[in-house]
């Protein structure tokens, strides 16, 4: 049973335009919330967080928002790099350090 | 500050083994955590470790286990390999103290089972 869900396994954004990165979750007592990335054959790489109390959090091009009556988060790149190219993956959880991820997005910039 | 450090990077076992991993945290990190990463899968939460107790545990076999040492150091073990057990192996640490805190991982171990 998937908790957190990212429906798009693959994104493709122009240089310099904004990318969108969307997860859902299903588990209301989720209440914090990370987003990660990944490059091939190494570990996932903390980018943002955001707690159940806030709705936006933001950390230069990064910036996560937070819907909790749709138990939706999403991430907003702006810009987009060629260097942001890599695979994104969302996580929750509701007891510490138990994280709850999604299946990622791979997020192609093209120069 | 070291990264988290797995060993050994990549692993070929047969099936019916039993295989450990290593993982070394972050200097001054007493929560190690386990994942599971397979292809469509994502990441899979195997187990939590605190100062040498496994505080959570995920929906996986008794065939995978863990441990923490006193130097918060954290070893998985999974026995009787499967070949559905192939997958890369991601150890992360947290700091812990009071809160939620992100998890910074490990580069992974890769796991063949044949």
């Known amino acids: 049973d998937q908790q957190v869900k990212q429906n798009s396994p693959s994104l493709s954004v122009q240089e310099g335009r904004i990318s969108i990165l969307n997860c859902d979750y299903t588990n209301s007592m989720f209440d914090y919330f990370l987003w990660y990335k990944k490059y091939p054959a190494e570990g996932p790489t903390f980018l943002i967080s955001i707690s159940s109390i806030k709705d936006k959090n933001e950390d230069g091009r990064f910036t996560v928002f937070l819907n909790k009556s749709a138990k939706h988060l999403s991430l907003h790149i702006v810009p987009s790099q060629p260097g942001d190219s890599a695979v994104y993956f969302c996580a929750a959880s509701e007891v510490r350090n138990q994280f709850y991820f999604g299946t990622g997005t791979s997020l192609t910039v093209i120069p | 500050k070291a990264g988290v450090t797995q060993t050994p990077r990549y692993l070929i076992k047969t099936r019916g083994q039993q295989v450990t991993l290593s993982c070394s945290p972050i200097s001054g990190h007493r929560s190690v955590s386990w994942y599971q990463q397979t292809p469509g899968q994502g990441l899979q939460f195997l187990f939590e470790?605190?100062?040498?107790?496994?505080?959570n545990k995920g929906n996986f076999p008794g065939r995978f286990s863990g441990r923490q040492f006193s130097n918060s150091r954290s070893e998985m073990n999974v026995s009787t390999l499967e070949l559905g057990d192939s997958a890369l192996y991601l150890c992360?640490?947290?700091?812990?103290?009071?809160?939620?805190?992100?998890?910074?991982f490990g580069q992974g171990t890769r796991l063949t089972v044949v």
């Open positions: 992360a640490s947290s700091s812990s103290i009071r809160g939620n805190t992100e998890a910074f």
């Open positions: 470790y605190f100062s040498e107790t496994q505080r």
